[in-house]
């Protein structure tokens, strides 16, 4: 069965603070990872997606790794701030197309 | 920005009762999919959607869920006989190839 797990599963950091969230599937028939952000009650913004012949994305702050080898992905925030509190998703794409989801890191930084 | 489109953002209902969730794709988009997270837990995959038919289903949805595009433009997701476990958020998602677009979110209340 495949499943992506996610640690840790709360992080409370102060702000300016440099932080790097876990990812890890067990199956290398996940291709493509996707990472998005969830307030509470809310829905899911799309942060970044990594293809599976890429290593890396980056948008802004964010960096995001992929390494199917070893079957972990990392999401890198830099320079946290209040308003990065949320709740971080990733999930991968197996072969038919859907996407599986880890339980994700709930996110506070601290002012 | 092509934006996925739900309705309605809540709906209450009785158990028992019927409902249906519509999702308006991306207009180009060939790919339909219907996730769900209940209230605390991960997102989970229900169905995906491809020429007119379902490509693949979850153990989630048994015969009590059913999907359709009646018009060409909208997706809808009906639950024949709501239980109170089927109270959760209910996300359409939608894809030109692999990438997938989310909605908001559909809050079903199970009363």
């Known amino acids: 069965k495949q499943e992506v797990t996610q640690i840790p599963a709360a992080l409370s950091v102060p702000e300016g603070e440099n932080l790097v969230l876990n990812c890890s599937f067990t199956d290398s028939a996940i291709y493509n990872l996707q990472w998005f952000r969830q307030d509470p009650g809310k829905g899911l913004t799309s942060l970044l997606l990594?293809?599976?012949?890429?290593r890396e994305q980056t948008s802004g702050r964010l960096n995001a790794s992929l390494d199917k080898s070893s079957g972990r992905s990392t999401l890198y925030i830099a320079a946290s701030q209040p308003g990065d509190s949320a709740t971080y998703l990733c999930?991968?794409?197996?072969?038919?197309?859907?996407?599986?989801f880890g339980q994700g890191t709930e996110l506070s930084v601290k002012p | 920005e092509p934006e996925v489109t739900q309705t309605p953002s809540h709906q209450v209902t009785q158990m028992g009762q019927e409902v249906i969730l519509r999702c308006v794709p991306i207009s180009n988009h060939l790919y339909f999919y219907w996730y769900r997270q209940i209230l605390g837990q991960k997102v989970e995959f229900l169905v995906s959607?491809?020429?007119?038919?379902?490509?693949?289903k979850s153990e989630i949805f048994d015969d009590q869920f059913s999907v359709e595009r009646p018009d060409g433009s909208n997706f809808t997701l009906k639950i024949r006989s709501t239980k109170l476990e089927d109270s959760a958020m209910y996300f359409c998602?939608?894809?030109?190839?692999?990438?997938?677009?989310f909605g908001p979110g559909t809050r079903l209340t199970v009363t």
């Open positions: 999930a991968g794409y197996n072969q038919g197309g859907k996407l599986i």
């Open positions: 959607f491809y020429n007119n038919e379902i490509s693949e």
């Open positions: 998602a939608t894809s030109y190839t692999y990438e997938q677009y």
């Open positions: 990594i293809q599976s012949s890429q």
